[in-house]
């Protein structure tokens, strides 16, 4: 199973080579590609929720998803939110 950093590298370089072939989008293009990267994002999210389930089941220590570490990265005061990841008993 990749790692989560190898996955999130991959998604951050598919962004940037997007973002560079849509640099000439009209307003109804951008709403839309923004609303994709929305459903995306949620999918994205819904992985991460089942993967960290599925270790759980099988008692594996997987970490962070990308998504807390980015979270981790953009806020400048400390999160309140808990983290998904369980730590082993």
Known sequence: MPSFKELD????????????TNQGLGASQAFEYGQRSIEEKVRLENLEKQVLVLAEKLSLNVGNPPSDDAKKQDSSTPSSSTSLAKSPP
């Open 9 to 20: 590298k991959k998604e951050q370089e598919r962004r940037s080579k997007q973002n560079a």
